[in-house]
């Protein structure tokens, strides 16, 4: 790479040889002015506008333009005795963290390159103490008739300097943020929280230039003599009415890109909807919550299934209707002993038995509720008209 600044770092009381090379290139494509008639070059002259001719470069200098448009003429030799030690240095007067340093300071990025092999001892000495201090060092240097400020960090094996404005030159954001009163709410947040992890990260080295590959294609098909590929028009965006609608949707549409990508963490973001003022907050149940419902479910119908057996034990020991008296314990016993017959002694008791207990159950059962015994009663009736015949 071709230095553009030759020089030295002084740094306390060590001076390191070094070249200044650029760390940027710029690939935009640029174009020519032509006069679209006939195609020739437009092309900018330097003209005296007191003589009305055209100049050399020798014939032209420096003036500074005073306010009431006058040109007040300065010379290279009044430049040179201006106080400016950092001519030709590149002078470190501080080492900050570097968070300090605000982002809108940053210009221009160079690389430090040491000039020559006694650079290289000091040279490695500033880059290791860089490193092992996590800090940046401030800088002063001279490039191009004005002294700058610089910002050194290590990139890799090297050192770089990044041209910082002064403080002065950076503007305050005054009038810049919108006006207060604007409130936003917690479900928008996590919305916006939930769209951000959706996105999640990506690797820098993956972002290209699509203008300017699209423009060289343009380019390329024109050069041969072949029609120009047509572009992609994009939807312009529309306005935005519902700031939740719009976040939702947005993380619909980043997880459905995201499709043939294995989970991450970002395809877990939980998305809330935004719940009427006043309503309580409903959380999606878990999955454990939901074996629990499955389990209260089954429960439920359980149950069910089991009520027409004891309505069948109230109509088989009740009659007509519960609470009957000893007539109609003594028809049920009959008809359950009937049943039982030539099972022998033993089996014929324990139904008996079991035939009270049932009674007993059916007795208190009527007397909480005659409604359901009804019911039970007709139901059971059209199911098994031989037991009705039989009470």
């Known amino acids: 790479m071709r230095s553009i600044w030759n020089g030295a770092i002084s740094f306390g009381l060590v001076s390191i040889p070094i070249k200044l090379v650029n760390a940027t290139e710029s690939h935009a494509v ?19 506008e007191l003589e009305d001719r055209e100049v050399t470069q020798a014939e032209i200098g420096k003036a ?44 221009a990025a160079y690389y430090l390159a040491a000039s020559g092999a006694p650079a290289a001892k000091p040279y490695t000495l500033l880059r290791e103490a860089l490193k092992r201090s996590n800090r940046v060092a401030i800088a002063k240097f001279a490039l191009r008739g004005r002294e700058r400020l610089g910002m ?10 990044h041209g910082l404005l002064w403080p002065d030159e950076v503007r305050a954001p005054e009038g810049v943020a919108p006006d207060a009163g604007v409130t936003v709410r917690d479900q928008e947040l996590d919305l916006a929280d939930a769209l951000m992890d959706t996105l999640g990260e990506i ?29 992609r028009e994009e939807a312009a965006p529309g306005k935005v009415l519902d700031l939740m609608a719009a976040l939702e949707g947005s993380v619909r549409a980043a997880r459905e890109s995201r499709g043939g990508e294995e989970a991450g963490p ?71 002993a009937k049943k039982t017959a030539g099972r022998g002694t033993a089996t014929k008791s324990a ?5 009270a207990t049932r009674s007993a159950a059916t007795k208190s059962t009527a007397t909480k509720s005659p409604a359901a015994g009804s019911a039970a009663d007709k139901s059971t009736a059209k199911k098994s008209p031989s037991r009705k015949r039989s009470a």
Do not use: N, W
């Open 203 to 231: 690797d820098l080295e993956d972002l290209h230039d699509e203008y300017r590959e699209a423009l060289e294609e343009v380019i390329a098909a024109k050069s041969a003599g072949e029609t120009p590929p047509e572009t």
């Open 266 to 336: 970002a395809e877990e973001a939980e998305v809330r909807s935004l719940r009427k003022s006043g309503a309580p907050s409903r959380q999606a149940p878990k999955e454990t919550g939901g074996k629990k419902s499955t389990s209260a479910g089954a429960k439920k119908t359980a149950a069910k299934k089991a009520a027409p057996k004891k309505s069948t034990s109230a109509a088989a020991t009740g009659g007509a209707g519960a609470g009957t008296g000893r007539s109609g314990r003594k028809a049920a016993a009959k008809d359950t």
């Open 152 to 161: 050194l960090r290590v990139v890799g094996d090297a050192i770089a300097m």
């Open 64 to 107: 500074y333009e005073d306010a009431d448009g006058s040109m007040i003429p300065i010379t290279d030799e009044d430049l040179s005795h201006l106080p400016i030690p950092t001519a030709r240095t590149i002078e470190i007067v501080a080492f900050v963290p570097e968070e300090r340093i605000d982002p809108l300071q940053m210009g």
């Open 30 to 48: 640029s174009f020519r002015q032509i006069h679209t008639e006939d195609g020739g070059r437009i092309r900018y002259r330097k003209v005296c």
């Open 351 to 355: 139904p008996a038995k079991s035939t």
